[in-house]
């Protein structure tokens, strides 16, 4: 056979082309066989993997060799590990008969191979992770084709690279499925893409809504009480969006403390300040590509409103200590259960950022507002709660669901769940007990759980500043005169403390005289010096 350098150049070229158009390695094979066939006279191929952790060689790839006369997997003992990395290593393909190439290789490699061959050794990351094996028994004595050969090295190479990669991936996908579908299982869901509870009925206008918006990349503000399902339907506006594929982050703007929220918003440079030992990327460059959920936006710092509508207007981040602007790909979807616009009006909510998160507000209805969802939602808790603890699954009687009918839920959907959790436990998988868990029952557990009753006194004469002195004190005597902090009177009253400071000075309320000494029964503060405080 005679052949042209120019065409073996060529051949080389679909070579790469072909292993670039197929992923599988055993695609790619026997797509380059018919052309070595034609252009050098190979009769056929073997790619065989080595397994360096397993001490293994397994065949991955093979073309024109008949089945029944391909080499099977093996084990390699030491000495033949030792001899065929040593080969490796020298990087010299081997060339001739094959009792010839048997004196180098373990005589299994080569088994199926008739007449004359040539092997090569296919490397990755610097280290051996393969044999490319062509059979060279129709090729003419002649033919000095071993520089040609030896370029088919570095594409087969590669295409047994992306093989490798292709398995990992499959494997890691496998896993994947199997952690979703276990998932699904222990929620007692057919698919994350299940409907809503109370889709059809109660938050039938809600989901129209979250229709709406949910093809566009319009900020969504979702206003609710507390536990009524916000997060749940942020997650559903991501799920219709096109960013589906992209990640929903949640944060708790009301969690982070106001001398980190740069940090955790927008990142830090490494030795941006003391602790920063390393670059930390923040929440905006995290969700680039998908959905931001801020959640109780309405707990931001002035500080931070500035900032947060920067990003909104502009796209941009700067880590802190930063010196460049980061552009990321953003939704922000916020939800807040206090009055904004009242907020905005007392100069605690920026006004160009209210307009700017608020363009597509969605208002959730508090539980009490959609009876008509309780019995669904609380036969789903139960048997949510019924596989979770391993009991056997119950469902509330007609009487119970009355009780749940009737019953106010301060806590929404987020009490509804507690309370059927724990009717099940009360339980014990017999049935659920419903009564004792809602607090109209038998038992300990029902006095704790009434809604304690709120005594506003004489109303009909009081002023509406009357009105709030009265309840703002009794506030600050029931937190020992604390304005501010987690147990201060501004967490349980809903709002700003600066706010709330406000509100004091201007209807004469002084929170020291709410300042017991000691501040409770049988304990004193000591200051650093030791004395009393």
């Given at each position: 056979?005679?052949?042209e350098?120019g065409?073996?150049?060529a051949?080389?070229?679909k ?9 599988r390695?055993e695609?790619?094979t ?7 066939q034609?252009?050098m ?11 360096a952790?397993?001490?293994r060689?397994?065949t ?12 099977d997997?093996?084990?390699?003992d ?7 990395l040593?080969w ?6 081997l060339?001739?008969e ?6 180098h290789?373990p005589?299994?490699?080569?088994r199926g ?20 094996i ?18 088919l090295?570095?594409p ?6 992306n093989?490798r990669?292709?398995?990992?991936l ?8 199997a ?17 809503l509870?109370?889709?059809e ?5 809600v989901?129209e809504?979250v ?5 566009s ?8 009480e507390t536990g009524?399902g916000k997060e ?5 506006i ?11 982050l949640?944060v708790n703007?009301g969690a982070?403390p ?9 990142g830090?440079e490494?030795?941006?300040f ?8 923040g929440?905006?460059?995290r969700?680039?590509?998908g ?22 207007q502009d796209?941009?981040v700067?880590?802190v200590?930063?010196?460049r602007?980061?552009?990321?790909d953003v939704?922000?979807v ?9 907020m905005?009006?007392?100069g605690?909510?920026?006004?160009d950022?209210?307009?700017r998160?608020a363009i597509f507000?969605i208002?959730l209805?508090?539980?009490r ?14 048997l949510?709660?019924a ?12 009487e119970?669901m009355?009780?749940?009918v009737?019953?106010p ?11 059927m ?5 009360l ?18 557990v029902s ?8 005594d ?9 500043d009357?009105h709030n002195?009265r309840?703002?004190?009794a506030?600050?005597?029931s937190?020992?005169g ?8 501004a ?5 700003n ?11 004469g309320i002084d ?5 017991a000494?000691p ?15």
């Amino acid at each position: 056979m005679t052949t042209e350098y120019g065409e073996i150049d060529a051949l080389l070229l679909k070579v790469w082309r072909e292993v670039a158009n197929h992923l599988r390695i055993e695609e790619a094979t026997a797509a380059i066989l018919p052309q070595l066939q034609a252009v050098m006279g190979v009769q056929g191929i073997l790619v065989r993997r080595l397994d360096a952790v397993r001490h293994r060689v397994e065949t991955v790839a093979s073309a024109g060799i008949p089945a029944h006369l391909s080499p099977d997997d093996g084990q390699l003992d030491e000495s033949q590990r030792a001899d065929l990395l040593r080969w490796c290593a020298s990087g010299i393909p081997l060339e001739g008969e094959a009792q010839h190439l048997a004196k180098h290789l373990p005589a299994h490699l080569l088994r199926g191979l008739p007449g004359k061959a040539w092997v090569g050794c296919l490397e990755g990351a610097g280290q051996p992770r393969g044999l490319l094996i062509l059979d060279l028994s129709a090729c003419a004595a002649d033919a000095d084709l071993g520089a040609y050969f030896s370029a088919l090295i570095e594409p087969f190479a590669a295409a047994l690279e992306n093989d490798r990669r292709l398995r990992e991936l499959s494997v890691l996908r496998e896993a994947a499925e199997a952690d979703r579908q276990s998932l699904l299982t222990r929620l007692k869901r057919q698919d994350v893409t299940d409907t809503l509870v109370g889709a059809e009925s109660g938050l039938r206008e809600v989901m129209e809504r979250v229709d709406l918006v949910a093809r566009s990349d319009t900020p969504v503000l979702i206003l609710g009480e507390t536990g009524s399902g916000k997060e749940v339907v942020a997650r559903a506006i991501h799920r219709r969006s096109p960013r589906s594929a992209g990640p929903f982050l949640r944060v708790n703007c009301g969690a982070i403390p106001p001398e980190l929220i740069d940090s955790e918003l927008f990142g830090h440079e490494r030795g941006s300040f003391t602790g920063a030992v390393a670059t930390r990327q923040g929440w905006f460059e995290r969700a680039d590509g998908g959905t931001l959920f801020l959640d109780e936006i309405g707990e931001l710092s002035p500080a931070a409103q500035v900032r947060l509508l920067r990003v909104l207007q502009d796209g941009g981040v700067q880590r802190v200590g930063g010196q460049r602007s980061l552009t990321v790909d953003v939704r922000v979807v916020a939800a807040t259960h206090r009055d904004l616009h009242a907020m905005v009006k007392e100069g605690d909510f920026r006004q160009d950022l209210w307009y700017r998160i608020a363009i597509f507000p969605i208002r959730l209805p508090a539980l009490r507002e959609r009876t008509q969802d309780i019995p669904a939602l609380a036969t789903h808790f139960a048997l949510q709660a019924a596989q979770r603890l391993g009991l056997a699954p119950q469902v509330p009687r007609p009487e119970e669901m009355a009780l749940l009918v009737d019953y106010p839920w301060p806590g929404n959907v987020r009490e509804l769940a507690a309370v059927m959790e724990r009717a099940a436990i009360l339980g014990d998988g017999r049935r659920l007990e419903v009564a004792q868990a809602i607090g109209v029952g038998k038992g300990p557990v029902s006095t704790s759980l009434k809604p304690p009753a709120i005594d506003t006194g004489p109303v009909a004469s009081d002023t509406l500043d009357e009105h709030n002195r009265r309840h703002i004190e009794a506030v600050l005597a029931s937190c020992a005169g604390r304005v501010d902090g987690p147990f201060g009177a501004a967490r349980r009253l809903g709002i700003n403390p600066n706010t709330l400071r406000g509100r004091m000075r201007k209807l004469g309320i002084d929170p020291r005289r709410f300042r017991a000494s000691p501040p409770l029964e049988g304990w004193a503060l000591r200051s650093p010096r030791g004395q009393i405080a």
